[in-house]
């Protein structure tokens, strides 16, 4: 099984909603990854967490809240989004950087679109 | 800040060998080379990696140059699936996981 699962795929939210992003693989992978992704732009790095602790933190704004309750889940909680925060939301998980094989795997992306 | 530098964009014409460039003139010793693609709406998918050597697997090959500071991924008979844009990522071998992608360059294979 070398698939990243996230869901939704879709989502719509209010500016005073809260909602959360999931993310799921099964690889035994000790890294997952929040990237954003604007249209015609590349993924922009956001969070990393290494052996589920949070390694990387981008200087997201606190209403992104990053959460690895363990080695394959990864939660992106979101509170009090604004329209410029709609994009594509993709997770990835690799072995970490330390060890041979590290080519990451990427799901297919939460589209969030914030109103 | 991306350590690479790609053009925004190349043409190919299907079933010939697309060659795209990607400059790193700043990496580092223990800093691999990694290319992921990304097909319209999908998420990126990676394609192949290296240090020093040069690397060939069923989709691609990666030619290193001796210095390390530039690379070539090599996709030796296009096809119009391979219509992309192509990332070429540095990455160091520790467990800090950093891996941050730079403006890509977007492949159209044409028939």
């Known amino acids: 099984d070398t698939e990243v699962t996230q869901t939704p795929k879709h989502l719509v939210m209010g500016m005073t909603n809260k909602k959360s992003l999931k993310c799921e693989q099964h690889?035994?992978?000790?890294?997952m990854y929040w990237y954003k992704q604007k249209a015609k732009k590349p993924p922009e790095l956001m969070f990393v967490y290494s052996y589920e602790k949070l390694s990387i933190n981008e200087s997201v704004p606190s209403r992104f809240s990053p959460e690895c309750p363990n080695s394959s889940l990864l939660n992106l909680h979101l509170h009090a989004l604004q329209p410029e925060d709609s994009a594509l939301y993709l997770c990835?998980?690799?072995?970490?950087?330390?060890?041979?094989?590290?080519?990451?795997?990427f799901g297919q992306g939460t589209r969030l679109t914030v109103v | 800040d991306a350590k690479t530098t790609q053009p925004p964009s190349m043409d190919c014409a299907e079933g010939r060998a697309a060659n795209l460039p990607c400059n790193h003139s700043?990496?580092?010793?223990?800093?691999?080379v990694y290319w992921y693609r990304q097909i319209h709406s999908q998420g990126p998918q990676y394609i192949i990696h290296g240090l020093k050597n040069n690397e060939t697997n069923e989709m691609a090959s990666l030619i290193i140059t001796e210095d390390r500071k530039s690379s070539t991924l090599i996709l030796p008979h296009a096809t119009l699936r391979d219509t992309a844009v192509y990332y070429c990522i540095v990455r160091v071998a520790n467990n800090n996981n950093d891996m941050r992608f730079g403006a890509g360059t977007r492949l159209t294979v044409k028939p």
């Open positions: 990835a998980s690799s072995q970490p950087g330390g060890q041979r094989n590290t080519e990451a795997f």
């Open positions: 690889m035994g992978h000790r890294a």
């Open positions: 700043t990496i580092s010793g223990n800093e691999y």
